[in-house]
């Protein structure tokens, strides 16, 4: 009987034929815990976007994109699990969407040959591909957004904002500090005095921080939060009746439920942005069509279009497309780690891509080389309309002051690259 | 009267202020341990349900309704009502009873005469399948609570200490309202166990379960009461806290805030747990007015409980807590 059983599958085999495998796509979420309200959206958004490509295009390739959800909790050790526990199986490419996970992922992906997409958060300096070889940060990092934010405070002040104060409202951890070093160095450059203003997790109390913004009066908050932080710096920032056009938060303190809880006080906060807002795009009407009409959506269809569902649904594109460039890289659509990496390091964005993608101005032009995985480090500024309940984008994608931030990037990789005794250097 | 001297008053009105936020917490987990001697590690995560039910209730939305559409494929989301804050409110308050009864029937009915160590355990359980169960009932996205308090900077007191002081006073009105409801909390509470025939036999159950059985005290109804009142406390911080960040799964985490309040109040005193907010947050938030800057600042989450250990070394109990003899 076995032996029938057996001959019986091997000739199913046969019949069909070499069988590609899926393309994994590890999605290291978190949909429990104190920051499941940023996680979900980003999570949904990333999910739908590979079952929008299974649906409508058959794939990446005509291979199949597979997703393998693994919950985090925002928990550091928890997501090395789940790295642990889903490297095996052919993951291509891992989005930790955590700063903490990213830092103890970098020397595993570098040794197992998977490569890390951190995009907006992560280890800064592994913009330098020469060093972090498996990590791409593309297209903007930390350092970028607080240049860009400067950027704006000086294209509002006819360009000099000599002796104006500014605050940073920072989450007291390794992402909060991250914007630090590049503001104190933006200070010297334009001559504005920077004040420090940790807030501990999670910043549910935030009393004290903002009775000091209080007496001290800057002219703008810079905020670097993430969770119930943000939503009560934003409102206490209400409460003492601090400009909300003057409040300005980097791209994590930037979406739909940071402001909502605020209500209208919230009126004319800013967030620092990477990639459109809204869903005013043509892919959001075939998401409709091939994922939440059809009962696919990942989660239940209500944050389509929300700001940080557009951010998942934007690294899921970028993984795509570098799955794509690494197929025609190594003409195989059955790619592996090793291969996505390459893709990674040759992927090219431009605008024709975009419009084809059916998301066109949906983010910046773009080329990752091996010297530069950080991508262009280009951001925008949306402005929150509480009448409308919307982010609507007030500038175009511009540059950050990459003067300032390369001799940065370069310190720090040259430092992790000594300490970890690795040679720097491109193939 | 110097600035720095002005400043410091502002930051002890408002650490009076935040200490009242942190007493109210504090408040459910003294409820329980004095009437049954259970430390509730699930106290924060009730305040989050309860939170959490109340805009629900409000809201007119379905519970469990992500699970219904995926299991039944259908699309229901809301009942089509939208309840005025105080009927939302007593629903709210219902519904924690009716936890409350649960809570006894299924989980500590069975645990009687078990190690007080047993109990804190089935509190840590209780707390996370309470987390759970509040993300499945009614979703973890963050929910906007408004029961119609006021917010923001109290003009009055501003404009009065700016003619005092040439330097306006910041007071948000929500903590005033906080203050006002905490205290009439507690007068009640106080008012209930000292004068009530149902007070006393909380009393009774807290000094000694077999000898109020054996007066006929019924053990269940207490225990049942109790997790009320506390379930009801819960609810009151979960308005006062989700009234300022949104209704989200960081309230939980308020009990953190509570733990030196006890540490220093005692985790057998209703006064105490005044007492001790009132401290924890005054000392928490001049400490970082005078320290914080000197010290790269966030200092508050560390240094209550610093202070709370400080008063442990002079008096373990607590400063309002019973003092526990035990004779060889």
């Known amino acids: 009987m076995k032996k029938t059983l057996a001959t019986m599958a091997l000739a199913a085999t046969m019949v069909a034929g070499p069988v590609m495998a899926d ?24 999910a739908d976007y590979f079952t929008l490509l299974n649906e409508r295009d058959g794939g990446i390739g005509g291979v199949k994109a597979k997703l393998l959800e693994c919950e985090t909790g925002y928990n550091t050790e928890k997501g ?63 350092w970028n957004g607080a240049s860009i934010g400067i950027n704006h405070l000086l294209e509002i002040n006819g360009g000099d904002i000599k002796g104006k104060k500014v605050a940073l409202v920072y989450h007291n951890s390794a992402y909060g500090k991250e914007p630090i070093r590049t503001l104190e160095e933006l200070s010297k450059k334009h001559g504005y005095e920077l004040n420090l203003v940790p807030v501990d997790h999670p910043g549910q109390e935030q009393k004290s921080q903002w009775l000091q913004i209080r007496r001290d009066k ?47 006080k919230a009126n004319g906060y800013k967030a620092i942005t990477f990639h459109g807002v809204g869903r005013d795009f043509p892919v959001f009407d075939d998401i409709k069509t091939h994922v939440v009409d059809k009962g696919l959506a990942a989660g239940a269809g209500d944050q389509v279009g929300n700001v940080l569902y ?80 919307k982010w609507n984008l007030i500038s175009d994608f511009g540059p950050s002051d990459m003067e300032v931030i390369q001799p940065l990037i370069d310190a720090d990789s040259a430092a992790y690259a000594k300490e970890n005794s690795l040679e720097a250097g491109c193939k | 009267m110097s600035e720095q001297l002005v400043y410091a008053m502002e930051v002890f009105l408002n650490g009076l202020m935040a200490g009242v936020l942190y007493a109210l917490v504090a408040l459910g987990f003294v409820l329980i341990y004095k009437a049954s001697g259970i430390f509730n590690y699930a106290q924060g995560v009730m305040a989050l349900f309860a939170a959490a039910t109340l805009v629900g209730i409000m809201k007119g939305q379905v519970p469990f309704s992500h699970l219904i559409n995926a299991v039944f494929d259908t699309d229901i989301h809301h009942f089509g009502w939208h309840l005025p804050a105080l009927a939302g409110i007593l629903l709210a308050a219902a519904f924690m009873v009716l936890l409350a009864w649960m809570v006894q029937k299924f989980v500590f009915r069975h645990l009687v005469g078990q190690e007080p160590i047993i109990l804190f355990m ?8 309470l987390e759970g169960f509040s993300d499945l009932m009614w979703g973890s996205e963050i929910k906007k609570l408004d029961v119609g308090l ?29 203050t006002i409801i905490a205290a009439i909390l507690v007068f009640a509470l106080v008012l209930f166990s000292q004068y009530t025939k149902e007070g006393r036999a909380m009393r009774a159950v807290a ?122």
Request: with cysteine; proline share 5%; hydrophobic share 45%.
């Open chain 1, 23 to 46: 393309l994994v796509f590890p999605s290291l979420s978190y949909r429990t815990g104190p920051y499941a309200a940023g996680g979900i959206p980003f999570a949904d958004g990333y």
């Open chain 1, 80 to 142: 090395v699990e789940c790295y642990e526990a889903t490297k095996g199986e052919g993951a291509l490419v891992y989005q930790p969407l955590s700063t903490g996970i990213t830092y103890q992922l970098i020397p595993k992906t570098t040794a197992d040959d998977i490569p890390m997409h951190t995009m907006g958060y992560g280890r800064t300096s592994a913009a330098n591909g020469a060093v972090f070889s498996h990590t791409f940060n593309y297209p903007a990092n930390y």
């Open chain 1, 218 to 264: 800057p002219d703008y908050v810079i905020m670097y939060g993430w969770g119930v932080m943000n939503q009560v710096a934003i409102q206490e920032a209400a409460n003492i009746r601090f400009p909300m056009e003057n409040f300005i938060g980097i791209w994590w303190s930037g979406a739909e439920h940071d402001v909502l809880s605020a209500g209208d």
């Open chain 1, 310 to 389: 557009n951010r998942g649904l934007y690294a899921a594109m970028l993984a795509a497309e570098a799955a794509k460039t690494a197929q025609g890289i190594h003409g195989t659509a059955d790619i592996t780690a090793s291969m996505m990496r390459d893709g990674m390091e040759a992927l090219e964005i431009n605008e024709e891509k975009m419009t084809a993608l059916g998301m066109p101005n949906f983010g910046p032009s773009f080329k990752v080389s091996c010297m530069n995985h950080g991508g262009p480090g280009l951001g925008g500024m949306t402005q929150w309309d509480a009448a409308a309940q």
């Open chain 2, 122 to 129: 089935a509190t840590i359980g209780l707390a996370y399948f």
């Open chain 2, 150 to 178: 006021p917010q923001g900077m109290n003009t009055w007191i501003d404009e009065a200490t700016f003619k005092i002081f040439d330097y306006g006073f910041f007071i948000d009105n929500l903590d005033i309202v906080a």
């Open chain 2, 207 to 328: 000094d000694d379960h077999q000898a109020a059985l054996s007066v006929g005290i019924n053990l269940n109804f207490v225990w049942v009461m109790v997790w009320s009142l506390a379930g009801f406390v819960a609810l009151v911080a979960g308005i006062m806290w989700g009234t300022k960040s949104g209704v989200q799964f960081s309230l939980s985490l308020i009990a953190l805030k509570a733990l030196p309040v006890l540490m220093l109040g005692g985790f057998t005193s209703i006064p105490g747990a005044i007492v001790g907010g009132l401290i924890i947050g005054v000392g928490e938030k001049l400490f970082e007015f005078a320290i914080g800057p000197m010290v790269g600042g966030a200092t508050e989450n560390w240094f209550a409980y610093v202070l709370a250990l400080i008063f442990l070394v002079f008096r373990p109990q607590g400063l309002f807590g019973e003092k526990i003899i035990e004779r060889v």
